[in-house]
């Protein structure tokens, strides 16, 4: 996971490691996304943490992750926010 601070506050971008604990490639990703995200995009944000992310690309990303994993997957488990200081 990698983190990003943002003020006082920890944002970690989760999700090159919900990918690799469920077994799923990036390039499978990118082949359940297309054509709403291009496999470049995806790659990205497996790699780095972004900036900031699209809300579309976002609900695109979960519902992908929901049909590959069967499971009900939720913002919180590619992105965790805590303070500074605080786990």
């Known amino acids: ?7 006082t506050s920890m944002i ?12 799923i490639s990036a390039y499978s990703l990118a ?7 291009s496999a470049n995009t995806v790659y990205s944000l497996v790699r780095e943490t972004p900036q ?3 809300l579309d690309s976002l ?10 994993t069967k499971q009900n997957v939720q913002i919180g488990h ?6 500074e200081g605080k786990k």
Do not use: S
């Open 1 to 7: 996971a990698v983190t990003y601070v943002v003020d």
């Open 12 to 23: 970690t971008w989760k999700l090159k490691t919900f990918l690799e604990q469920h077994n």
């Open 31 to 37: 082949k359940e996304v297309a054509p709403k995200l």
């Open 52 to 54: 900031r992310v699209d």
């Open 59 to 68: 609900d695109t990303i979960l519902n992908a992750l929901r049909d590959m």
């Open 78 to 83: 590619l992105l965790e926010h805590r303070r």
